[in-house]
């Protein structure tokens, strides 16, 4: 399957923005898709997850203000990200695999998407 994350941008502290992420050449409810990111001079980490039964995992660090959906029809999953933290700037990747992790060990990854937050 390949992926391609979209819907990055610049935006302030506080403000919302939905990434998507696209598959093409397989089915993407045959996956688990995972959001991950990685900012400057930091590893790459887990943000989100939905499982193949739709089971969501979150990242303490934005639970409550994120949240993972999936629409097969359109083979794309999406995370909507409110109340933006400066801190949430990274390069935000979505990945596919068999099982849901927050661990950056999945199979395939797709190009990243880059988030900035400032004022």
């Known amino acids: 399957v390949q992926l391609q994350a979209s819907g990055g941008g610049l935006v302030q502290p506080g403000s919302s923005l939905r990434l998507s992420c696209a598959a093409s050449?397989?089915?993407?409810?045959?996956?688990?898709i995972g959001w991950f990111r990685q900012a400057p001079g930091k590893e790459r980490e887990g943000v989100s997850c939905?499982?193949?039964?739709?089971?969501?995992h979150y990242a303490d660090s934005v639970k409550g203000r994120f949240t993972i959906s999936r629409d097969n029809a359109k083979n794309t999953v999406y995370l909507q990200m409110n109340s933006l933290k400066p801190g949430g700037t990274a390069v935000y990747y979505c990945?596919?695999?068999?099982?849901?992790?927050?661990?950056?060990?999945?199979?395939?990854w797709g190009q990243g998407t880059l988030v900035t937050v400032s004022s």
């Open positions: 990945a596919a695999d068999l099982f849901c992790s927050l661990s950056p060990d999945f199979g395939s």
């Open positions: 050449g397989d089915n993407l409810d045959d996956y688990a």
């Open positions: 939905i499982g193949i039964s739709d089971s969501t």
